[in-house]
């Protein structure tokens, strides 16, 4: 048994070879779990090695990891995540080395079973599944489960184990459960290795950014199903119950980001594994009860120009799922419009959608003409005709998820859509694509998230950074509350949102300050989101309205359930210093990719009068030199030179060289990482 | 039975069970039957035990619970937090297997089907005590009248696991230890920084951020609607939910996003904040299953 909170193994299996390989996970625990150790595996098993060029995410040498961190299972609020990581089919041009995540009952399950990941490598033969009871891991035949949805598939394997679940206890090698095996699989989507396909457990959970069920489909893996009986050791089980009980009192729910005040009593929400949020991510009535996923719901299907039936917009979630098609890529525009009208040279009139992804930029070519009946790429077998109709609906998941007609051009996701197309200037106009083909996502005007998704490999999603007015504050009680909430630093003008003039070099969004708040924030999700567990919608939470001082729970909370579960006596930054680890190592990946300097630069839009305009929380705190003021930054974008000089500070943050973005080998040997610098400079690229 | 709540004691009186355990004949008998092994008696017992309705044909009466577990499956949000705050504070462990309170979900079936929560109902006639060779299962009177598990006391037969009436059945195996346990309403919990029990805290009922658990002073009543008390349809399920506030965003409760208008979330036709002493509704009656589309 290794520390407490972890399983103690991660397994590791080769499809091609079919070895099934144990290790222990305490030997990675310096990396955080989660997605950090998913990096070093990608490191130990894909990188080290040498022998492949790092540039194909189909390739049967990528690692797809399902990874926990030393929250799952503990039944700590908000911390059932599970980790997916590998090199990510859908990230343009390259492919970059990404991640994903879900929530649900796997990585409590998993973590029972007595794992903290299992990572997977080469290429079935024929359709597999791996089945995972307790310490038992086998290959499955899964030719008769290819061709199922993610819904049937599991049922399938559910019935499987012969078990009337709800019905009577099922003995195991090692114990007795009324549990079923948890599972996480792919439907047509994945089978037919399209770059938008995402993985899928339960009704709705699923990892839908960066194409992993594509990835699963490209080994020829249809699921993964777990079972485990055992019991996860809590270094101080008091400890634990009594800082849940102080975070209940503490922090009153509803009152920060965290929550929202989603879920009220009354509601019929479905959580997650412990989680005390709620949010009201899932919901047990909509969807044809199948355990929803509210978000998909509510953006999937929705459309511009006229109102789609309830339960047409409820049927497009099931496809989705049913398919595992990655919703948020191959939706129609998203909750919600913003005006543009007050700026004519904006090529989107007179409204923006929040989303500008594939469904909807694909009705856009369609109405100019570039694709449809008698041009070069027809729109068979869509119903344009029937366009807001189930109809439509369903036979664009279809088509998508199977590849059949134009969908075989969708499959491949936006950005390669426009590239297919000859109309790669839409990333900037129509498209408003972020970094690496990722569609723009609340990026602006908190430049954090646009600065985050640039320097790593996929729309951070992180949206605990929603910094807007809050009411009977002001706007510098504000700042100081965020600082004292961001050690160790606690610097007011990480908050800083001038970007006009001087004042933007010197506090605001292209100084040194910044560069800090955004390093800050990518160790802190490195470690405590990615690789501990923690949900995005519980953390960090740095400002909490029902608190009497106006708190959030970070930093306080995250190290007192750690220290709690694992029985460390981690201070919260040496929680920052191990997702800072992850995130040089994860670096030197991407360097080994290809990435440097020139490479990071943002889409055209953002350089642009309107990069703002579809922002989410819009008056934000600015610094004039004297005081402080909320103000509205609809109007903000960046400049070219304070991009460049932006990036010179961060670097330089990061201890990396500010001529090209590489780690130097200060940097990584002083985060224990020499083998990593070694490796660099054998291929010419240390900083 | 339902709403006779009175603790009136009708059994006779402890014969070496102590702890105001109210010994039954087979009890007797059984523990007679080890130390007069071969004898007359242990053949009788031997032959009440071939049939199927011995334990209930012989069965005492026994003092009531003075607490109940009741839980509101229409609002559970499944996310097992109690079962983990259980095995917590037990056990020292976090462990799906070991929690006394069972939650279980089917995420693909319709709701309100799509979860199902299994708690130690307190029988009024636990035939778990009443079958136990060693009076490890016992009523405990200065806890109550809870029924527990004397974990010193249990040789690891099983009985009373395969004497609970329940579908699963509520009493635990601890296979690492090789003894059975059950709720307790958290009497013995070693990890746990409160007084549990009748008169103090539940970590499960603390742990449950939807108020879907509560523990009640008035038995429940004991029938279901197939007049077979083997699952909690009866008064053990019943919603504890306080009536459900307006939320202000296109999300949640009383709202309604763009686009949708059948929504309707935890919609209860007679709900009632708990108290009220209507059982959960037949699977007939169930409200929201009909409420969502056709597949």
Not at chain 1, 26 to 36: D, L
Not at chain 2, 185 to 203: E, R
Request: charged content about 20%.
């Amino acid at each position: 048994m290794g520390t407490p909170g972890f399983g103690g193994k991660l397994l590791v299996v080769n499809l091609t070879t079919k070895e099934i390989i144990r290790l222990d996970s305490q030997e990675y625990e310096k990396y955080g779990g989660g997605h950090g150790t998913a990096t070093a595996l990608f490191w130990e098993f894909c990188v080290k090695p040498g022998d492949w060029d790092l540039q194909d995410a189909f390739d049967p040498h990528n690692m797809v990891s399902l990874t926990v961190g030393a929250m799952a299972g503990t039944g700590t609020p908000a911390s059932a995540r599970t980790s997916v990581s590998g090199m990510s089919p859908q990230c343009y041009p390259i492919q970059w080395f990404c991640h994903s995540n879900f929530g649900g009952m796997f990585s409590t399950m998993l973590k029972m079973a007595g794992w903290d990941g299992v990572a997977v490598i080469g290429r079935a033969e024929s359709p597999v599944y791996i089945n995972i009871v307790d310490d038992k891991v086998t290959i499955e035949d899964a030719k008769s489960l290819w061709g199922l949805t993610t819904w049937e598939c599991q049922e399938e394997i559910w019935k499987r184990t012969g078990v009337r679940f709800g019905q009577e206890w099922w003995k195991l090698d090692g114990g007795y459960s009324l549990q079923r095996p948890q599972i996480v699989t792919m439907g047509a989507a994945g089978e037919n290795m399209t770059r938008v396909a995402s993985l899928v457990h339960g009704g709705g959970s699923g990892a839908g950014q960066g194409g992993f069920g594509g990835v699963f489909g490209s080994k020829n893996l249809k699921a993964v199903a777990v079972m485990g009986t055992g019991s996860i050791k809590i270094a101080d089980p008091k400890g634990l119950k009594d800082a849940r009980e102080w975070w209940d009192k503490t922090w009153p729910r509803g009152g920060g980001f965290g929550g929202f005040g989603f879920g009220s009593p009354g509601e019929v929400t479905s959580c997650c594994v412990g989680c005390g949020i709620p949010r009201f991510c899932h919901n047990r009535t909509r969807v044809h009860s199948k355990d929803s996923d509210d978000c998909a719901e509510s953006t999937w299907y929705t459309l511009e120009d006229r109102q789609v039936p309830t339960e047409v917009n409820q049927r497009g979630t099931d496809i989705c799922q049913q398919h595992s098609i990655n919703a948020m890529e191959t939706c129609f525009m998203g909750p919600m419009t913003f005006d543009t009208s007050h700026n004519p040279s904006f090529p989107i009139q007179p409204k923006i959608p929040a989303y500008s992804a594939l469904g909807w930029y694909m009705k856009k070519m369609y109405d100019m003409g570039v694709i449809g009946p008698g041009t070069k790429f027809d729109t068979s077998p869509l119903p344009m005709e029937e366009y807001g109709s189930r109809n439509f609906m369903e036979i664009y998941g279809y088509a998508i998820a199977n590849r059949v007609g134009i969908g075989n051009l969708l499959a491949e996701g936006t950005a390669r859509f426009c590239e297919k197309l000859g109309r790669t200037d839409d990333f900037s106009t129509l498209c408003r694509l972020t970094m690496w083909g990722f569609m723009d996502h609340w990026s602006m005007p908190g430049v954090e998230w646009a600065y985050g998704n640039l320097f790593d490999s996929r729309d951070i999603n992180n949206h605990d950074m929603s910094l807007g007015r809050k009411n009977g504050i002001t706007c510098e009680q504000f700042v100081n509350i965020m600082a004292k909430r961001t050690p160790p630093t606690e610097d007011p003008f990480w908050f800083d949102y001038s970007w006009e003039g001087e004042q933007a070099y010197k506090t605001g969004i292209y100084s040194e300050h910044k560069a800090q708040w955004v390093a800050w924030h990518q160790h802190y999700w490195n470690y405590y989101k990615e690789s501990v567990g923690f949900c995005d919608w519980g953390y960090s939470q740095l400002y909490n309205q029902a608190h009497k001082e106006g708190f959030g729970h970070t930093p306080e909370i995250e190290p007192k359930y750690l220290n709690a579960v694992t029985g460390r006596n981690h201070t919260f930054e040496d929680g920052l210093e191990i997702g800072r680890r992850a995130w040089n190592l994860k670096r030197a990946i991407f360097v080994l990719q290809g990435r440097d300097k020139k490479m990071e630069k943002f889409t055209g839009y953002y350089y642009k009068p309107g990069a703002s305009y579809c922002g989410y929380a819009k008056e934000l705190t600015v610094y004039d030199g004297s005081k402080w003021e909320w103000q509205n930054c609809n109007e903000l974008y960046f400049t070219v030179e304070g991009v460049e000089k932006f990036k010179d500070h961060f670097y330089k943050v990061e201890g990396w060289n500010v001529d090209n973005g590489y780690p130097t080998r200060k940097t990584l040997e002083d985060l224990d990482l020499k083998p990593v610098a070694d490796t660099l400079q054998s291929k010419g690229k240390l900083g | 039975m339902a709403g006779d709540n009175d603790n009136t004691n009708t059994a006779v009186e402890a014969v070496g069970g102590g702890d105001g355990k109210k010994v039954s004949r087979r009890a007797f008998v059984v523990g007679s039957g080890a130390a007069l092994a071969g004898g007359a008696l242990a053949t009788t017992a031997h032959a009440a035990a071939q049939t199927t309705e011995a334990p209930k044909i012989q069965k005492a009466v026994y003092p009531r619970s003075t607490k109940y577990l009741v839980y509101d499956s229409m609002h559970c949000a499944g996310c097992l937090g109690c079962m983990l705050a259980c095995s917590l504070v037990h056990e020292g462990v976090t462990s799906l297997s070991l929690s006394r309170i069972q939650v279980h979900r089917s995420v693909l079936s319709k709701y309100p089907l799509d979860m199902q929560q299994n708690v130690c109902r307190q029988c009024p006639d636990p035939l778990c005590v009443d079958n136990c060779p060693t009076g490890a299962a016992h009523v405990s009177a200065e806890n109550g009248n809870i029924r527990m598990i004397d974990e010193a006391k249990c040789i690891g037969c099983q009985t009373c696991i395969k004497s609970c009436p329940q579908l699963p059945h509520r009493t635990i195996w601890n296979p690492a230890k090789k003894k059975s346990t059950k709720c307790d309403l958290c009497v013995n919990t070693p990890f746990y920084n409160k007084k549990g029990g009748p008169g103090g805290a539940q970590a499960c009922v603390e742990a449950c951020p939807r108020n879907a658990l509560k523990v009640v002073d008035e038995m429940p009543d004991q029938a279901d609607h197939r007049g077979v008390a083997q699952n909690d349809t009866a008064g053990y399920d019943r919603n504890l939910q306080p009536p459900a506030p307006k939320m202000p965003f296109g999300f949640g409760p009383g709202a309604k996003p763009k686009g949708k208008t059948g929504a309707k979330p935890g919609a209860k036709p007679d709900a009632k904040p708990d108290g009220a002493p209507d059982a959960k509704p037949a699977p007939e009656g169930k409200p929201a299953a009909s409420a969502a589309p056709a597949n």
